[in-house]
């Protein structure tokens, strides 16, 4: 499975972006997907999961009610909304798949994973 992420950029404070994640491989919808990410100097941090059927999400506590994910099974791809952006959101985003129907925060639990999208959100 090969995942690439996209649209990461520069945006102020209170801005939004949307990434995306577009996987390639027919059997997208038996992959559970997350959106992690990574700044400077700290670990690779869990952000949002979605289950592999779409119904069940969930989302780091620094984000939740700023962040959605969705997923189209249709186009092979997960889509990470962010609003409300902050500066302490500027880091690498990446997105990874896993061969399960549930989402998991741990970063061992995804067995593939994108090449990462820099978001960076000024002040």
């Known amino acids: 499975v090969q995942l690439q992420a996209s649209g990461g950029g520069l945006v102020q404070a209170g801005g939004s972006l949307r990434l995306s994640c577009a996987a390639s491989?027919?059997?997208?919808?038996?992959?559970?997907m997350g959106w992690f990410r990574q700044a400077p100097g700290k670990e690779r941090e869990f952000v949002a999961g979605?289950?592999?059927?779409?119904?069940?999400?969930d989302f780091a506590n620094s984000v939740k009610g700023r962040f959605t994910i969705s997923r189209d099974s249709a186009e092979n791809t997960v889509y990470l909304q962010m609003n409300s952006l902050k500066p302490e959101d500027t880091a690498v985003y990446y997105c990874?798949?896993?061969?399960?129907?549930?989402?998991?925060?741990?970063?061992?639990?995804?067995?593939?994973w994108g090449q990462g999208t820099q978001v960076t959100v000024s002040s």
């Open positions: 990874a798949a896993r061969p399960h129907s549930r989402i998991s925060r741990n970063t061992n639990a995804y067995n593939y």
């Open positions: 979605i289950s592999w059927n779409g119904d069940s999400t």
């Open positions: 491989t027919g059997t997208f919808s038996t992959y559970a």
